[in-house]
């Protein structure tokens, strides 16, 4: 059974940080890609930031580029999301997610690439 549970949301004022954590189980971490994504109230999901199996590429959406870094230890079976300058706009559930295909060559922005997903975690940036 895949597991992925987030964790480190909360609420945080403009301008702060959090840094969110996924630990999984149920597969072997090391041979997959793995993605954030969010979902705020009336709209649709959406990609935020993506790393490869080995963590040697990453993407991000442009809105959260220069602000917001994914990492992984392959080790500890955990993806993060270090999340700086946050903006009220960030406000969303954060869920994580794992690649369907392994060793996919380079990131997907599409939540159709990815099968597993976490039960979320709720940022709130207050202004």
């Known amino acids: 059974q895949v597991y992925l549970v987030e964790s480190g949301g909360g609420l945080v004022q403009a301008g702060g940080s959090l840094r969110l954590s996924c630990a999984v189980s149920?597969?072997?971490?090391?041979?997959?890609?793995m993605g954030w994504f969010r979902q705020a109230p009336g709209k649709e999901r959406e990609f935020v930031a993506a790393?490869?199996?080995?963590?040697?590429?990453?993407d991000y959406t442009d809105s959260v580029k220069g602000r917001f870094t994914i990492s992984r230890d392959n080790h500890g079976n955990t993806v993060f999301l270090q999340m700086n300058s946050l903006k009220p706009e960030d406000t969303a559930v954060y869920y994580c997610?794992?690649?369907?295909?392994?060793?996919?060559?380079?990131?997907?922005?599409?939540?159709?690439?990815?099968?597993?997903w976490g039960q979320g975690t709720q940022v709130t940036v207050s202004s």
């Open positions: 790393v490869t199996q080995t963590g040697d590429i990453c």
């Open positions: 149920g597969f072997s971490f090391n041979f997959y890609g």
């Open positions: 997610a794992k690649r369907k295909l392994a060793y996919s060559a380079g990131t997907s922005t599409n939540p159709e690439d990815y099968d597993s």
